[in-house]
């Protein structure tokens, strides 16, 4: 089940909300952990017990960490915890990886297992890990209740797809929360956004994706030059709506229910460099490598060779950690080599209405080196980028494409900066000194989402819909 599908909508949410709303205070936190059970053991039943067991191992090496007096006790402790998480992440998500390369090189083994990867094993890792090792540096108290941890590392709103939420973000709401109107709404709000993100703007430009740079390296050849580029622009406007979208709709759910989950994305393809960029872009992973692995290896305040170590093993790690697959390491070299050029050769040469293009160009190719898993796909695009081995320079279709898709490519493309944001905010402060302009603002506020929902619900039914289809040339 995903937060954009119709079963969710109107079956699961719905349920959920209306019986949340409707128990006592003292019953609010066992409804949303039934539900948030529930919702896991959609995607797959059996990895219920890997969570319930992972979140229980995490439960009971924190309360033995915070009771231990003898500081080689606590580190055994945490060691243990890594082991169990890390060593069933390894299994379960890079096994099969491994074993296929190790085939490759030597033969062995013959058969090779078929492991199911658990739907978001890696997020519920890295919380219930960051988690542990907070109780660990003693920034935070070790909870009690074995239920409630299991509540924070299985809520349904961001267990499967994010953001990374630090359990001192929730602490006190588990237990104390308050929900008014304006948090009702805000979130609401926020929601519809996001699922119109996802269903509307989203998944139209997939279609655009796939139909241009399908997989199959004899497709990719085939294509024009220009197709190319089209194609995998539409890829980089799909994967930030996709995965904002998705944060989007958690935070919203949250609010609704009175959790404040931290802001995973702050518009990064506004960014002026590559390493402003990663400080916009799934910043709750970003921080999570910043601050459990790449300053307790010493940061940036260390010689310039310990600094390279430093970032090559964060940038390796944050490659390995988005697949087993050797495109996803290459897409983390190609930003260590990126972020390395900024620091010690590029700094501020730049001049400053290029940094943006520049900034782009190499997130645009960063994404071509993430989408394609296989190495002579990547290749051929690789190279067709820039005319070589292709069909040709544009081509009929390609041109027929672009038209009939200009003004969602340009309204994706608006979505991705803080214009509509910074027109909220103005038609908020004008709103104040203008009558006009306040009763303007206010109904606006009121028809956005029930306008986005109802776009949202049109395109999920119809699958293929489109509202731009209506204004083409």
């Known amino acids: 089940m995903v937060f954009s599908s119709l079963v969710f909508l109107f079956i699961f949410l719905v349920l959920n909300l209306a019986v949340y709303l409707a128990v006592d205070n003292k019953y609010k936190n066992i409804i949303l952990l039934v539900f948030s059970l529930f919702f896991y053991t959609w995607g797959g039943p059996r990895y219920l017990i890997l969570l319930v067991g992972e979140t229980f191992a995490s439960w009971l090496f924190a309360l033995l960490i915070e009771k231990a007096y003898d500081k080689r006790l606590k580190k055994l402790y945490m060691i243990g915890e890594c ?12 096994a099969v990886f491994f074993l296929e390369n190790f085939q490759a090189l030597f033969g062995i083994p013959e058969e090779i297992p078929n492991i199911v990867l658990p739907i978001g094993i890696s997020f519920y890792t890295f919380q219930l890990l960051s988690y542990v090792v907070d109780v660990y ?94 194609g995998m622009f539409a890829y980089m406007l799909q994967i930030y709506l996709d995965f904002s979208a998705y944060s989007d709709m958690a935070i919203g759910m949250g609010r609704m ?96 209405p290029l940094k943006r293009v520049y900034t782009l160009l190499a997130i645009f190719f960063g994404w071509v080196i993430f989408k394609f898993e296989n190495l002579a796909e990547l290749g051929s695009v690789l190279i067709g980028l820039f005319g070589i081995g292709t069909g040709g320079f544009l081509g009929m ?77």
């Not at 169990?84 to 379960?92: I, N, Q, S």
């Not at 802001?263 to 872009?281: H, L, T």
């Not at 909220?424 to 028809?447: C, H």
């Open 83 to 94: 082991v169990v998480l890390l060593g069933l992440l390894a299994y379960f998500k890079y």
């Open 137 to 230: 540096r003693r920034e935070i108290h070790a909870q009690p209740a074995f239920w409630k941890l299991l509540l924070y590392s299985s809520l349904f709103h961001q267990c499967i797809a994010g953001p990374i939420v630090r359990y001192e973000t929730v602490a006190n709401e588990i237990d104390h929360r308050q929900v008014n109107l304006m948090d009702v709404y805000a979130g609401v709000r926020r929601f519809c956004i996001g699922l119109a993100k996802k269903a509307v703007l989203a998944n139209s430009c997939a279609q655009i994706a796939d139909s241009l740079i399908a997989p199959g390296s004899e497709a990719l050849e085939a294509q024009t030059m220009l197709g190319l580029w089209l």
């Open 257 to 352: 229910v009175g959790f404040h989950y931290l802001e995973n994305f702050n518009y990064p393809y506004i960014a002026k460099s590559v390493q402003d960029f990663w400080r916009r872009w799934h910043i709750s992973l970003s921080t999570f490598f910043r601050d459990y692995v790449y300053i307790p290896l010493g940061g940036s305040r260390c010689s310039e060779k310990k600094y390279i170590r430093n970032m090559a093993v964060v940038w390796l790690l944050t490659g390995f950690w988005h697949g087993a697959s050797w495109n996803y390491l290459l897409w983390g070299g190609y930003y260590l080599g990126l972020l390395l050029l900024e620091r010690f050769v590029i700094r501020d040469r730049i001049p400053g």
């Open 397 to 473: 279709n390609v041109s027929t494409l672009f038209l009939s898709n200009l003004y969602l490519l340009i309204f994706a493309s608006v979505a991705c900066t803080p214009a509509g944001k910074m027109l909220r905010k103005t038609l908020e402060r004008y709103g104040r000194n203008y009558q006009p302009v306040f009763i303007f603002y206010n109904i606006t506020e009121m028809i956005v989402p029930p306008l986005l929902l109802l776009l949202s619900i049109l395109a999920l039914i119809g699958n293929s819909y489109n509202p731009f289809l209506y204004f083409q040339f």
